[in-house]
């Protein structure tokens, strides 16, 4: 636990050498966040506060696992290449658009890329040149965490890889995020989510019943990966501070999709048996238990037990349902299923969402109406949440971006910097951890080291 204070009390120190308090720090990150948490601006660190992270990946999983990292505190050091930078800052429309007088050329930020990486700092870097990889070992002395994402041996050639840089900094948490992982016969594939959703099962899963297999609306295997990820780097400072040594994190998208299967892959071990499929939005083993048709839409109903059929059945005005063999039990239901369901669905069509909503509310039967995404951002629900949070970009305005998810009593993350521009904090990382010159960065610079 010494080691975890210490590494608090560190990042402290550096905010003073700053001539900032961290008080004025705090305020100075709440500076153009239209709404934060009260319990943020208490002075209280971030859980953290005072660790460092080298963030070598692109595009989402592992982004997405790093600005987890930075949400919670830590200083998100971002490697990019020099040009183009994240692959996702191409990735548009939409852009959030650069002011008139920012003096930046082009269509702006790209959506993509805001998403995935607020609370960090920009090092446009070049590998080819021996210049760029000194500056990156530098770092990794300096660094707490390292994440990757590049195939399995690619950094070895620049001696970045975790046995290389263990000799540096022997308490380095090294993260590899891969599509298959650093062994087995696909460890050498370059991965995607959507193919590791094919492969792996959760395309098969999803669907309408008799439609074809479709991936998921977001990538989510990307996401489960960031967080898989993200969660076992926090597990491995716990464990650092008790041995003082750092590791290897080894994470494929394909394991974490794999064991995202949860109760289908379960179910599937124990009886052996082929799984039986998509189900679209119903249930294999529940009845009633999916979306049906409104006049204006569609709302999800969940009777999941006999007592909430019956809160059904009162509500479409079916109340003899109850008392129908067919319907009287989960299984008879089940058995019945198509009729069932095609009843139910006559009666929800007669009527708007917005009047279903009303039919059932406060009955205690799940229900819910099928919202798109302005839907949801807009929802009165997320707004009392403060799920969606408005923050002064520099170079583009005020932008809108989804919150952080989790509430904390005292260490409530807050989204303390925009996302970067490419490049935007490299004179202050090389100055400010390598000690480096106005003069030594600019010479950097005109090699095309770094930008």
């Not at 669905?345 to 059932?360: D, G, K, M, S, Y």
Request: aromatic fraction near 6%.
């Amino acid at each position: 636990m010494s080691q975890i204070r210490g590494k608090a009390v560190s990042g402290l120190a550096r905010l003073s050498r700053s001539g900032s308090s961290p008080a004025q720090w705090l305020n100075a990150a709440a500076h153009g966040i239209r709404r934060y948490s009260a319990a943020a601006a208490s002075g209280a660190p971030l859980p953290l506060e005072g660790y460092r992270v080298l963030d070598m990946t692109r595009v989402l999983a592992g982004p997405y696992c790093t600005q987890i990292l930075g949400d919670l505190g830590a200083e998100v050091i971002k490697i990019e290449h020099p040009t183009r930078g994240d692959d996702t800052r191409a990735w548009g429309p939409p852009y959030a658009k650069y002011k008139p007088e920012s003096g930046r050329e082009g269509p702006g930020e790209s959506a993509y890329f805001l998403g995935a990486n607020r609370n960090k700092k920009s090092l446009g870097l070049s590998f080819q040149h021996q210049g760029g990889v000194d500056i990156l070992h530098k770092l990794a002395a300096k660094c707490d965490i390292l994440v990757e994402n590049y195939l399995p041996g690619t950094l070895k050639k620049y001696s970045m890889d975790y046995e290389s840089l263990r000799k540096i900094n022997p308490g380095l948490i090294y993260a590899s995020i891969t599509g298959y992982g650093q062994t087995g016969p696909y460890s050498n594939r370059a991965g995607y989510d959507v193919m590791v959703e094919a492969e792996f099962g959760l395309m098969h899963i999803t669907g309408s019943r008799d439609g074809p297999p479709v991936k998921v609306g977001v990538a989510v295997t990307d996401l489960t990966t960031g967080l898989y990820t993200s969660n076992s780097i926090m597990a491995a400072l716990l464990s650092r501070a008790r041995t003082g040594k750092g590791q290897h994190i080894d994470v494929a998208l394909s394991d974490c999709q794999t064991a995202t299967l949860a109760n289908i892959a379960s179910s599937a071990l124990i009886s052996g048996k082929k799984d039986s499929g998509r189900w679209g939005t119903a249930h294999p083993s529940i009845v009633p238990y999916r979306a049906f048709k409104t006049k204006d839409g569609d709302i999800l109903i969940g009777g999941g037990n006999d007592r909430l059929f019956g809160v059904l059945c009162d509500g479409i005005g079916k109340s003899h349902w109850k008392d129908d063999a067919k319907f009287k039990t989960n299984a008879d239901r089940v058995a019945h299923r198509n009729e069932l369901e095609a009843e139910i669905e006559a009666i929800t069509q007669q009527r708007t969402t917005q009047e279903w909503l009303e039919v059932f509310e406060g009955s205690g039967m799940p229900y819910a109406a099928i919202n798109d995404v302005q839907g949801t951002l807009n929802h009165s629900h997320t707004k009392a949440r403060d799920m969606v949070i408005e923050i002064d970009h520099e170079y583009c305005g005020p932008i809108k971006m989804v919150n952080t998810p989790v509430k904390y009593s005292e260490t409530q993350p807050i989204v303390r910097t925009p996302p970067p521009v490419l490049g935007q904090h490299t004179d202050e990382i090389l100055s400010e951890h390598l000690g480096l010159s106005e003069s030594d960065i600019a010479a950097l610079k005109d090699q095309g080291v770094v930008r």
